[in-house]
Structures are given as C-alpha cells and as structure tokens.
C-alpha cells in the first residue's frame, strides 16, 4: 500500500532505460534540429562559391542575397520592429535614403520574419541593430551594433561613398 517508502531500487528497471534513451534523443534533437546542423554522415560544404563572401571577415557580401547593383555601396541594417534602438536606426536610414539615392544602396532586414532566417545565421546576428558598411567593391567596410545619430550615419555615408 504505501509504494512510496519502497527503496528505488525496486523500480522496474526499464524506467531508467526509457529516462536515458529520451534524455539522449532530446541531445541529439537539440544538436542537429534547432542548431540547424547536418546530420552525421551528411555533406558539409559549402553553398557559396569563394567569391560571394569577404575574404578578411568570411561574411556574405550582399549581392549574394539581395538583387543589387555590385558597383555601389550597401548599408545593410539587421533590425526588429520591437527594438527601440532598431526603430531609430530605420528612421535614420528612411532619412538618409533619398539624399544617397543612387549613390549607396539600402537594405533592412527585419531578423523576426522566417525568411530572413538563414542571411540572420550567416552574418552570426546576435544583437541588434547590427550595421554593416559595403563599399563598392562589396567588401566589408565598417560593422558595429548599436543606435548611430543620424548625423553621425550621413557622415559615415560621404566616406562611403568616396571610397574607390
């Protein structure tokens, strides 16, 4: 009757089997699903050619995912509509965009939307805003994470755009 002072060893035994074999499935879940990673035996190279990615910093150039015109600069903004940081770097960039029209090329990416998912893995996104400077060679010019001022951006936009 009073199963609860029984010693635990008296168990079945198959409890702790089942206990380890979900803790081992939760692992291996965990590793190759939500981490995004292949699974064992599965092909590990790469999609991108040599040429889609910095060769200093290993970071996507855009023209990889975005269809631009890979003679100009790129402002490539990482940001989320529930950031407040965020929502003032877009304002700034809504700001500067048609005053640099035609001279630097300007990208947004909201990190939340599903689509954005793998560009949010290969620029290693952590947190946000994350701003990355092209010049126009789609080399990687300048990278920070943060609010910037809007005078402060434009002023980073005429370097930019000087570059040859």
């Known amino acids: 009757m009073d199963d609860m002072n029984q010693p635990a060893s008296n168990y079945p035994k198959y409890l702790l089997v089942i206990a380890l074999v979900s803790l081992i499935v939760g692992i291996l ?15 590990q190279n790469p999609v991108r050619s040599s040429s889609s990615v910095n060769s200093d910093t290993g970071i996507p150039k855009p023209e990889h995912y975005f269809n631009i015109d890979p003679r ?7 940001r989320s509509e529930t ?8 304002k700034t960039m809504d700001e500067l965009q048609p005053e640099f029209e035609g001279k630097v090329q300007f990208i947004s990416i909201d990190v939340n939307d599903a689509a954005n998912r793998e560009m949010v893995q290969k620029y290693q996104i952590v947190y946000i805003p994350a701003n990355y400077l092209f010049d126009c060679n789609q080399k990687q010019w300048k990278q920070w994470t943060g609010a910037t001022a809007t005078s402060d951006m434009r002023q980073l936009l005429n370097q930019l755009t000087e570059i040859k």
């Open 72 to 78: 100009k600069p790129v402002w490539l903004l990482f």
């Open 29 to 43: 879940a965990y590793k190759y699903v939500l981490q995004d990673n292949p699974a064992p035996g599965a092909s």
């Open 83 to 90: 950031c407040v940081p965020c929502v003032a770097m877009q």
